[in-house]
């Protein structure tokens, strides 16, 4: 059941229905890239949306290359490829393991990442990089660090 779910899920990421991707999640589902900062999550549909529209949308082409899924009832686990296209002609594939969360409602809660974020920093196009830098601020995402005083006063 959960392996569908995620099927379903990876079909609506790949046509770029940013807002059905979105849907998947509960009011408070948590998305990140693994290797990006701690803070640097994504919290709700809305935001969630809104983070994958910022890296995505610009692309030629994005083309998935799924690999293995093992799930349970609450886990998810996909090993697979995303081959990205920018339209100044550069190109890479990004490989990543995604664990996903599903409550017993068949919701997600949590979706983490684990792409091969170096590889792709060093194909990507600095435009590109630098619309992800500027439209961060536009994401809802707080990206304000935690400061380590507050919490000990």
Do not use: C
């Amino acid at each position: 059941m959960n392996k569908a779910l995620i099927e379903r899920f990876w079909d609506d990421l790949y046509r770029r229905d940013f807002e059905a991707v979105g849907a998947y999640f509960t009011p408070d589902g948590r998305y990140t890239d693994v290797f990006t900062p701690d803070e640097d999550v994504a919290v709700g549909p809305a935001q969630i949306a809104a983070r994958l529209r910022l890296g995505l949308e610009p692309l030629e082409g994005i083309f998935h290359h799924p690999g293995r899924i093992v799930a349970d009832e609450q886990t998810v686990m996909t090993e697979h490829a995303e081959e990205w296209h920018w339209h100044t002609g550069e190109r890479f594939t990004v490989r990543f393991v995604s664990v996903h969360e599903v409550d017993f409602d068949g919701r997600l809660t949590r979706w983490w990442d684990y792409p091969d974020l170096q590889g792709l920093l060093d194909a990507a196009p600095v435009w590109w990089m630098e619309h992800i830098m500027a439209g961060y601020s536009k994401t809802g995402i707080d990206h304000t660090p935690e400061d380590p005083t507050e919490a000990t006063s």
